[in-house]
T-cell receptor, first 112, second 110 residues
Framework: DAEITQSPRHKITETGRQVTLACHQTWNHNNMFWYRQDLGHGLRLIHYSYGVHDTNKGEVSDGYSVSRSNTEDLPLTLESAASSQTSVYFC???????????FGQGTRLTVV | QKEVEQNSGPLSVPEGAIASLNCTYSDRVSQSFFWYRQYSGKSPELIMSIYSNGDKEDGRFTAQLNKASQYVSLLIRDSQPSDSATYLCAFTGGGQNFVFGPGTRLSVLP
């Protein structure tokens, strides 16, 4: 069965370190998004991609970057982790804007 | 105005009652609307999608869309304790991305 997986599930890192969160999907979807979820804010869009070599900034992109070298993967990098980036991160993929978005299990990131 | 607003929670209903969840959005070009359910500590999962004005029913769930009023709702009939979760409405924004609401937490009391 097709799936979307995130790793790691939990991560504790120190302020200033570079961190990369992995997202891998086997749906063969061109569209992949990264969100962060914090209490009171719901899901906020960080970066998204419509296909290989395409990346776009979302509403909360400062301090984050992504790259899309193949269809299956969209890694999210925190260039220099800050305590404000402590959150739960979700990756999602979907076929088109009329279909279901499939979410990974989430990564709980704590920056200390 | 925020892009999407949902009724503030938590919403508590007794088992067997109808739960009503509401969502308003600001983007008039939105075409597709979705309701996702998220259990605590889990990822969101799709309950229903709706694209046209009117009602759409699926089992105990009914989604209602009114594009003129920029309003979408979700009714859950015969609520069960297993329906206790956070419900997120979402729509495709004019910028061609999914925009999610803050969510409404529903508690169904046995």
């Amino acid at each position: 069965d097709a799936e979307i997986t995130q790793s790691p599930r939990h991560k504790i890192t120190e302020t200033g370190r570079q961190v990369t969160l992995a997202c891998h999907q086997t749906w063969n979807h061109n569209n992949m998004f990264w969100y962060r979820q914090d209490l009171g804010h719901g899901l906020r869009l960080i970066h998204y991609s419509y296909g290989v070599h395409d990346t776009n900034k979302g509403e909360v992109s400062d301090g984050y970057s992504v790259s899309r070298s193949n269809t299956e993967d969209l890694p999210l990098t925190l260039e220099s982790a800050a305590s404000s980036q402590t959150s739960v991160y979700f990756c999602a993929s979907f076929e088109n804007f009329r279909t279901e978005a499939f979410f990974g299990q989430g990564t709980r990131l704590t920056v200390v | 105005q925020k892009e999407v607003e949902q009724n503030s929670g938590p919403l508590s209903v007794p088992e067997g009652a109808i739960a009503s969840l509401n969502c308003t959005y600001s983007d008039r070009v939105s075409q597709s609307f979705f309701w996702y359910r998220q259990y605590s500590g889990k990822s969101p999962e799709l309950i229903m999608s709706i694209y046209s004005n009117g009602d759409k029913e699926d089992g105990r769930f009914t989604a209602q869309l009114n594009k003129a009023s920029q309003y979408v709702s979700l009714l859950i009939r015969d609520s069960q304790p297993s329906d206790s979760a956070t419900y997120l409405c979402a729509f495709t924004g004019g910028g061609q991305n999914f925009v999610f609401g803050p969510g409404t937490r529903l508690s169904v009391l046995p």
